[in-house]
């Protein structure tokens, strides 16, 4: 973490300093009559947009919530080691895995063939594979999750507080030949007791859904869910209870011979617990909530799956029933694919307003704030004025592919769970050991880093792949350990990428001598900081510093020590003038972390003769690996989409 650039200053160093602009303060409790963004609900994906949006003080923001206040009790819970990546870049990552329960181990019971009514531990295994990520699966209340978002908002500049108690009444987009510079049209209700009945008109550039499965936003851009329910109803609740059943610290799946399944997901604080429980299937035209199941119901029939265990419930935090449901909208955006190359979106969704899916993969929370991470940049840009408007045609582009990705391995994990298990009586049903193949299959989907991005203006071919096995194009930049050149700092290289819109290169250096005059790495220094080719020089404002939009970081493979680097004769974009007193930011260099026996070459494949670039975008997915000397390739890369 950098700080002290512009002078010593006292405090908190995440907290920033106010915004000297008076108009720009975002925490009052009326709304503007015009914003740049305006954002709809205050789940996870409204509050991750919101928390990188505060980041820039001259875009405009304002998020609106039906709910009087903050969320209490949450309903999601399970965090994937690639959002734990992504709480790195906003830095709130180690607070949460302080926090939290830590997910290792997997538990798998049956019914005992010495006893069908009582179940047994049939099989064990690790929850997440070895180096998946330097994070682990962790599971937290989501409102935890929400607490940290809501800190960085009202530590931002424009101090960005959420304004509750609105409701959404209409959304209107006005015809692109106006040319109106806010041309979505917000009406909203006040739901307070002081203000009940009265409405607010707020005018926006851009109107972001994030108001869940029902969402207004969504129906006011004429879209919808689509898909089908699986007519099988589960309940969960959170609870506190006293038990001898064994694995109770762990995730566990049970499946009895004839009572249904459980999962049970160990929760933060060593004592609570949460329990999915299996109901019964509903038929065609039914709906769960007429089936009016109490919580009583749901302890008796988690007794009667753990047979011989039992549950001796002392408190209950939250519990509910709820359908499955896999559906997903058509675009996630209010233009129709006709239009796509005539008209530019304004209104998104995102979250469960654009796709549902079963929460016993824990992936609702965690692939909703990463439409929003994916979302958050591109609106920065083409606000800012570094991207055209036609870049958020890639939002749908791009997570429309991931979310149906994700339904149809939902629905299938779902539809396992359910099964009856193989018996004599049924030959046809699943066999225990198939579900645990399953879940070991799906491993790296509910980590959160299956996800592959399609070649497109963002991400380019995998044509130089060879370069860097280990760093896919299309996927996200897989961290590992490096140290830091300047004061001989161990830490993971991906750490680098913060949630701050910038895109990163990263230079792997060859086997040679990098302060040689005739160095590949000299070469992309001098290409980047003199030719007029350079996508440094072409995009970056002239009154911003010289890393604000790409920020060059080399990595050579000599332990640091055996460099013997003068680093002050290295070349000057690795070491740029920086603030209002033009001091030298030494932290661009790395060298590999011999020492730990964990050497990034080794570990992402990089080739080590011939060195590469790995470009990374905003949101750390690898946008193109380059040879070094690929100067053309890298300027035409960011041609396609910067201004």
Known sequence: MQFHINGFTTGDPDVSEPTVDAAAPANGDGLPGEVDVLIVGCGPAGL????????????????????????????????????????????????????????????????????????TRSDRIQDVE????????????????????????????????????????????????????????????????????????????????CDGARSAVRASIGRSLKGEAAHQAWGVMDILAETDYPDIRMKSVIQSADAGSILIIPREGGYLFRVYVELDELAEDERVAGRNITLDYLVD??????????????????????????????????????????????????????????????????????????????????????????????????????????????????RMLSAPLKSADNPDGVEPAEVRKHFQQLGRYTAGVATVYAPSVLTGASTHQDLAEGFKVGMRFHSAPV????????????????????????????????????????????????????????????????????????????????????????????LPKKGRYGLTDREKMFGADLKSGEDIFDMRGIDRDRGCMVVVRPDQYVAHVLPLDAHAALATFFDGFLI
């Not at 039992?310 to 449901?325: H, N, T």
């Not at 570094?386 to 582009?397: I, K, M």
């Not at 992309?524 to 996508?535: A, H, K, N, T, V």
Request: charged share 25%; aromatic share 8%; with cysteine.
């Open 483 to 574: 140290i830091r050149l300047c004061d001989a700092r161990p830490m993971h290289l991906g750490h680098a990428v913060e949630a701050d819109g910038r895109w990163r290169i990263f230079a792997f250096a060859t086997r040679e001598d990098p302060a040689a005059a005739n160095a590949a790495i000299r070469g992309l220094c001098d290409f980047l900081e003199r030719s007029p080719d350079s996508p440094v020089r072409k995009y970056t404002p002239g009154d911003a510093e010289i890393d604000s939009l790409i920020d060059l970081r080399a990595v050579f493979q000599q332990h640091f020590r055996d460099l013997d680097l003068d680093l002050e004769a290295m070349p000057s974009m690795l």
């Open 130 to 209: 070895d180096g998946l990520s330097e994070f682990p699966h962790v599971v937290l209340n989501q409102a935890r999750v929400h607490d940290a978002y809501l800190e960085i908002m009202r530590n931002a500049p424009n101090r960005l507080e959420p304004n509750y108690s609105r409701k959404l009444i209409d959304v209107n987009v006005s015809d692109a030949a106006s040319n109106d510079p806010y041309p979505v049209s917000v009406t909203l209700e006040r739901m307070d007791d002081v203000h009940k009945g009265e409405t607010e008109t707020v005018k926006a550039k851009y109107v972001v859904g």
């Open 301 to 414: 029939a988690s007794n009667r799956i753990m047979r011989p265990y039992s549950l001796d419930v002392k408190e209950v935090a939250w519990w509910s029933v709820y359908e499955i449901g896999h559906r997903i909208c058509d675009k996630f955006d209010d233009v129709p694919d006709e239009e796509i190359a005539t008209r530019l979106p304004r209104v998104f969704i995102a979250g469960d307003a654009c796709h549902t899916h079963s929460p016993k993969m824990g992936q609702g929370m965690n692939v909703s704030m990463q439409d929003a991470f994916n979302l958050g940049w591109k609106l920065a840009y083409v606000l800012r004025g570094r991207a055209g408007p036609d870049l958020l045609h890639s939002y749908t582009a791009e997570r429309k592919a991931i979310a149906q990705d994700l339904i149809d391995f939902d629905g299938h994990w779902a």
């Open 48 to 119: 991750a947009l919101a928390a990188q949006l505060a980041r820039f003080p001259d875009i405009s923001t304002r998020i609106v919530e039906q709910k009087d206040g903050p969320l209490t009790h949450g309903q999601a819970d399970g965090i994937a080691c690639r959002t734990m990546e992504m709480f790195n870049a906003f830095g709130f990552a180690e607070k949460i895995a302080r926090e939290a329960c830590w997910i290792s181990e997997v538990t798998f019971w049956k019914p005992d063939e010495a006893d069908p009514s009582n179940i």
